[in-house]
């Protein structure tokens, strides 16, 4: 079975600072993996995604992902955090092998910036 | 396109009451899938369809819930009778065929509250 775990729970920034949230999955196969955004209030946006390829993704809103298949790791990065960026993020996987298309979620990371 | 809908946005019922979500996939999707999202456990999904087929159901909780997809433009999740526990909010998402398949785009959800 697939799992997902995202370390940080809860993250304080200042604006400008740089982020970076944890996420690793646990299944030895292929995996899709995506990151996904929820604002306060509102439903789940898709950020990036990694299906194949170049391990470094980039996403909307100057967010970039790096896919390091030794570490079973799709770490989020942003180079300047926003006070908009205060959300909750997610970290996703599905298997293409298994034709399994449902998500599996870790627990999210809430992102609080201070301006 | 308008996107996944769903409705209603927001349900209070009370402990015993029947209630039912309703959710409309974006045209040309072929897989639907309901998860709920709380407090204590996250995001985790109920059941999915492809091609109004279900093909996972194992996350749903109890008998309690069920679910429908008679169209490929529609679909249901009922819960009868309903218990304080099931307060959450539920997100119907819907992805195409095909390896695009595995993205997913989310619905704003329902928040139900059951009193």
């Known amino acids: 079975a697939q799992s997902v775990s995202q370390h940080n729970h809860h993250v304080i920034l200042s604006e400008a600072a740089s982020l970076e949230l944890g996420c690793n999955y646990s299944?030895?196969?292929?995996?899709?993996l995506f990151w996904y955004v929820q604002y306060p209030g509102q439903h789940l946006q898709l950020l990036l995604k990694y299906f194949s390829g170049d391990p470094l993704v980039k996403g909307i809103k100057g967010f970039e992902a790096e896919f390091i298949k030794s570490k079973f790791s799709f770490n989020l990065r942003k180079p300047s955090v926003q006070w908009s960026d205060t959300a909750e993020y997610f970290c996703?996987?599905?298997?293409?092998?298994?034709?399994?298309?449902?998500?599996?979620f870790g627990s999210g990371t809430r992102l609080q910036v201070q301006p | 396109d308008a996107g996944v809908i769903q409705s209603p946005r927001h349900e209070v019922t009370e402990m015993g009451q029947e209630v039912t979500l309703r959710c409309k996939p974006i045209?040309?999707?072929?897989?639907l899938f309901w998860y709920r999202q709380t407090m204590m456990r996250g995001l985790e999904l109920l059941i999915y369809f492809n091609n109004n087929v279900p093909i996972d159901d194992s996350g749903m909780p109890e008998d309690r819930f069920s679910a429908k997809m008679p169209n490929a433009s529609f679909s249901t999740l009922k819960i009868q009778p309903s218990e304080p526990r099931d307060s959450a909010v539920y997100f119907c998402?819907?992805?195409?065929?095909?390896?695009?398949?595995?993205?997913?785009?989310f619905g704003p959800g329902t928040r139900l509250t059951v009193t």
């Open positions: 998402a819907s992805s195409e065929g095909g390896q695009r398949g595995y993205e997913q785009y």
């Open positions: 996703a996987v599905n298997s293409p092998n298994t034709g399994r298309r449902a998500l599996t």
């Open positions: 045209s040309g999707h072929n897989s």
């Open positions: 299944y030895g196969g292929t995996v899709n």
